[in-house]
């Protein structure tokens, strides 16, 4: 399995690993709370671009580190300006996830360039979760330890069987590092977890070996419904959702909506989690709030679903909208 993700690793992002580099881990998840517990001591910092993967800020909180969420442009593209702003000497990762959770952001080359001069200059090591690094629409996604190779002798790379391959249920993860660091979390994990387990190892091989045809197949019908969601969700007034360019989800943001009333019950919706509890209720969709990724006044759509599934949902979501009174 090592072997087979550093094949992959450098046929699909150019990324060179020694198979001995390589963590296979149960799941994505537990593979970057691994490479978090061996990066961060008491006290260190870890930036965080906003809005951002929910579970980002409580695994760097169980490591006993401080999460620093740095907040994104319009294009919800992190800047160095605003990470130099937020960098201290206790400043020890930059947490970045492209394509994005739950923005559907897909960050451009020359971004990531500056990133990387910026972060070996400052001598911040990357945790990078590429995940969903072959679902994007449209534009390339660059690995960030590829648009700047010193991060290769600092940084953790991340990825996964979960999205490309919908193998969300087999938990099989990876990741990559630096032989210091990667054998750091392989003496951890072998006194947690000895490895994950041999069926979906097998299992993995399977898809890694003759499933890309399939992820090709996937990623295109994930293209379609970008565009689907996109064009409904902006056909409604006062609604605010830039192109997600990769994953699977949509981030628009409520805008004018804020503060309306749901007739029937009276409740204000003050915030996206207020609109997702109402919509939840009302009509049986489910979007996720935004505070879940510290953005209150959005909500996340995701698209990992049908055509038809999604047009009923946007349906139900619009004339929910247009429902509220000021
Ligand atoms: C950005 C991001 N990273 C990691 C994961 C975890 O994936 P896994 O199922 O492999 O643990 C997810 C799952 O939602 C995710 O969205």
Redesign the pocket.
């Known amino acids: 399995m090592r072997a087979e993700v550093a094949k992959r690793a450098e046929a699909d992002f150019g990324l060179r690993f020694a198979p001995e580099q390589i963590v296979v ?8 709370g691994q490479a978090l517990l061996c990066l961060v001591n008491p006290g260190d910092e870890v930036l965080i671009p906003a809005p951002f ?4 800020p409580e695994m760097v909180k169980l490591a006993e580190g401080v999460p620093v969420p740095v907040p994104c442009d319009a294009a919800f593209h992190p800047q160095v300006a605003a990470l130099e702003a937020a960098w201290t000497p206790r400043t020890r990762v930059l947490l970045l ?1 492209t394509p ?3 923005t559907g952001a897909v960050y451009p080359e020359a971004l990531l360039r500056e990133i990387g001069a910026w972060a070996l200059g400052r001598g911040v090591s990357l945790v990078s ?1 590429e ?2 690094a072959s679902l994007t629409y449209g534009v390339e996604h660059v690995s960030p330890l590829r648009a700047a190779p010193g991060l290769m002798e600092t940084s953790f790379w ?1 990825g ?4 490309a391959f919908a193998m ?1 249920g087999w ?3 990876f990741l990559a590092g630096p032989p210091r660091l990667a054998g750091a979390v392989a003496r951890m994990q072998s006194q947690l977890a000895s490895s994950p387990n041999a069926i979906s190892q097998n299992a993995s091989l399977a898809a890694l070996r003759g499933g890309l045809a399939d992820r090709e197949r996937m990623r295109e019908a994930f293209a379609a419904r970008a565009k689907l969601i996109v064009g409904s969700l902006r056909a409604i007034p006062g609604l605010q959702c830039p192109q997600p360019e990769g ?1 699977f989800y949509a981030f628009p943001r409520l805008g004018a909506h804020l503060g309306r009333k749901d007739p029937a019950s009276g409740r204000v919706i003050a915030t996206g989690d207020d609109f997702a509890e109402l919509l939840l209720e009302s009509d049986g969709v489910a979007v996720m709030g935004g505070s879940a990724f510290g953005a209150p006044d959005a909500m996340r759509l995701s698209f990992a679903t049908s055509e038809s599934v999604l047009t009923r949902a946007l349906e139900k979501l619009a004339t929910r909208l247009a429902a509220l009174r000021a």
């Open positions: 881990t149960a799941g994505a998840k537990i593979a970057i993967w929910t579970s980002y996830n994005n959770n739950p979760d995940i969903y991340i996964g069987m979960s999205k969300t938990r099989m993860g994953a």
